[in-house]
C-alpha cells in the first residue's frame, strides 16, 4: 500500500486532488493579468502592484455564499455559486473605490469531485475575466467526515488597491445628496437560511414552477450581480461619496453605515418595483415589509451616495453602460437611519 | 415576530453574531498597525502599503486546518486552531520572502457560538501579535443545517509585500547550497484524515496517554509553529535562495518544488531526531517510512536552501534567536528530488 493508498483508505483522495488541480489551473491562468508573477504551483500567490497608484492602501474582503449553497448541493447544480463567491466579495470591496487586483478562493468538501470543483472554478474564472481580476490561488481541503460527500463550503478572498486621496469613506456624505440604487439579480447570497425555511414550511420543492416567478431552483440560483464596472464608470464622472453594497441585513443593516451620525437616508419604496419573489417569501413566511427590508435586498444590491451636482451625470454614464440606475431619494439631515416614504 | 426572531427559528441567530463581534473586535484590535485604516465595521479592511518597498510585489496564501478541526471539536478545545490557521497561511507566502501584513478568516458553523468564536478568534490575534501582523477582517458565517451544532471550519487568507528584486523563486538554488531544517510542534495541521483512522483502528481515544508521547489529544492539538521570525532572521543575513514549507505530501510533495531541474536535495535522516509521535503513526498504521516522508513533516517544518558561503552565519543567527536550526545535507547535482542518506 503505498502513500496515496494510505491517503484514500481514510477518506483522502490524492489522485482526485491532482486531477481537479489538472482541471482548475487552466481557469486560474485564463483570469491572470500581466501582474501576476510565476504563475500556479508555489507556496504562494504573486502580484506586482500596479504602478501609478499614488500612496496605495490595500483594501481587503473576505465572504461566502451561505447555505444557498445547500440549493446548489441538492440540485447538483454549481455552475453559478462561484459567481456568487467573487460577487460577494468584491463588491465588497469596490464600496470605497477600490479596483480589484486578485482573488483566493477556499473550497472544502467531504470528498473531492474533480468535475464539480471545475464547474465552481469555471463559474469563479468567469467571473473573475469580466472583471479583470487575477485567481492568483486557493486551497482545495478534502475533510472526510467532516463534510458529507457532495457537500461544498467555499470562502473567498478579494484585495484591491486604491489610491489614499481617492478612499470613499463616507465623510463626504452631506444632505441633498443623491441615493441611486443599482437593481441586484434577486436574492443575491443572503438570507437563504430563512428563505429554505419558508419553502420547506410552504411545502415547496426547488423544481416547482410559481407563478411570475419562475422555476424555484433556477430563480434562488440566479448568481449576484458585480458591481465593479458600474462603480467604475460612476468614479469617472466623481462626485461619488459612499457606496453600500445591501448584503446580510439588507437596507436597515447596510445603508446607515456609510451616513454620518447627522445624515438620514430618504428613500421612496416607489422609485422601483420590488420583483415579486420578495413578496412572495413576505407573504409565504408571514414577514412584514419592514422585517423584509431589513433581511434582503429586495431588488437593489448596491446604492450610491453622490453628490447633487454630480448625480445626473451619473446617472446618464450608467445608463449608457448599461446599468438600470434608480434615483432612490437623497441624504438629507436627521438622525442616523433610513426614512421611508411609501 | 420581528426580524431577528424570524431568522432564528430559521436557525440563525442575529444576537448571538452581535455578541460574536462585540466579543472579537478587542482581539483583533489588539493586532493592528499604524497601516491599517478605519478600523473594523466597514465593507471591507483597508491597509496602506509600507513604504520602502521598491517594486512591491503583493504575497497571498489561503489554507485551512483540515480535519485536525474535528478533533478541536470533540475536545471543545479552541484555544489553538486559530495558530494554526494563521501559521499554515504566513509559513507559505514567508518562504518567497514576504514580509506578512495582514490575515482574514472566514468561519463558518452550524450555530455561532460567540464564545468559542471568540477563542478561536483570541488564538489567531495572539499568533498575529507575535508576527505584526494584522487582522483586517474576516467572515463568520452561521450555516443552519449545513454545519452539525457545534462544527466550525476555518480557512484563513495571508497578504504579505516583497521587493520585486528580493523574491525567493528558487533559481539562486545550486549545487553546495546547504539545506537548513527548523523544526516542527509536530504534525503542524496536515494528514489528520489519516491520523484519525489510525487511531480509530487502534482503539486509541484523545484522552489516551501514550508512552513517550503524551496525551494524545493534547499532542495532536498541538499548534503549528510560526517561522515567520526565523525567516526573517536569515533573510537579514543574506543568502537564501529558497525556502520550503513542508505541508501536505510532507517532503517528497514540498522540498522538490523549490528545486530546480537538474538539482537534488541530498538529505541525511540522522540529522535530527523524529518525534517519537511520528514513529508510533507509522507503527500503527503499517506505514513505512517512504511513506511516512512523503506524507508528514516528520519533526521539520521548514527547509531552507542557502549560500554555502552564508550557511553557518545563518545557523549562528538561528540558534542565537532561539531557534534550533538543524544542517540537513547539501543540495546537489542529479534528477530534481531528495536522496536519502540514512
Not at 68 to 86: F, M, N, P, R, Y
Not at 121 to 131: D, N
Not at 246 to 252: H, N
Amino acid at each position: 500500500m503505498n502513500e496515496r493508498s494510505h491517503y484514500r483508505s481514510a477518506g483522502v483522495d490524492v489522485t482526485a486532488g491532482e486531477e481537479a488541480v489538472r482541471r482548475i489551473q487552466p481557469w486560474a491562468q485564463h483570469t491572470f493579468r500581466p501582474e501576476v508573477i510565476g504563475g500556479l504551483g508555489g507556496f504562494a500567490g504573486l502580484f506586482r502592484l500596479p504602478q501609478g497608484v499614488t500612496d496605495p492602501v490595500l483594501v481587503a474582503g473576505c465572504d461566502g455564499v451561505g447555505t444557498k449553497l445547500a440549493i446548489a448541493e441538492a440540485l447538483g447544480s454549481w455552475e453559478t455559486v462561484g459567481i456568487d463567491l467573487v460577487a460577494m466579495c468584491v463588491n465588497d470591496i469596490v464600496t470605497v473605490g477600490a479596483q480589484p487586483l486578485f482573488f483566493l478562493d477556499y473550497i472544502a468538501t467531504g470528498r473531492l469531485d474533480p468535475e464539480a470543483i471545475e464547474r465552481v472554478v469555471a463559474s469563479m474564472s468567469r467571473a473573475l475575466s469580466q472583471i479583470q481580476t487575477a485567481l492568483l490561488g486557493g486551497e482545495m481541503a478534502e475533510m472526510p467526515g467532516f463534510y458529507p460527500v457532495g457537500r461544498m463550503d467555499l470562502a473567498g478572498f478579494a484585495v484591491g488597491v486604491v489610491a489614499r486621496d481617492q478612499i470613499l469613506d463616507g465623510s463626504a456624505v452631506q444632505p441633498g445628496d443623491w441615493l441611486i440604487g443599482l437593481p441586484s439579480s434577486g436574492l443575491h447570497a443572503n438570507g437563504y437560511a430563512l428563505v429554505r425555511r419558508i419553502l420547506v414550511e410552504q411545502g415547496l420543492r426547488y423544481d416547482d414552477v410559481v407563478p411570475g416567478i419562475g422555476l424555484l431552483g433556477e430563480v434562488l440560483l440566479t448568481p449576484t450581480r458585480l458591481y465593479v464596472h458600474a462603480l467604475q464608470e460612476a468614479l469617472r464622472i466623481g462626485g461619488v461619496h459612499a457606496a453600500a453594497h445591501l448584503t446580510g441585513g439588507g437596507w436597515q443593516g447596510n445603508l446607515p453605515r456609510v451616513l454620518p451620525q447627522n445624515c438620514c437616508a430618504h428613500v421612496q419604496r416607489t422609485a422601483w418595483e420590488v420583483p415579486q419573489l420578495f413578496w412572495k417569501l413576505s407573504e409565504w413566511g408571514g414577514i412584514n415589509t419592514e422585517e423584509m427590508f431589513a433581511t434582503f435586498n429586495m431588488g437593489i444590491g448596491m446604492v450610491l451616495l453622490v453628490d447633487a451636482q454630480a448625480a445626473e451625470a451619473i446617472m446618464v454614464r450608467l445608463a449608457d453602460s448599461g446599468e438600470e440606475p434608480v434615483m432612490l431619494g437623497q441624504v438629507e439631515k436627521g438622525p442616523r437611519g433610513i426614512r421611508w416614504e411609501e
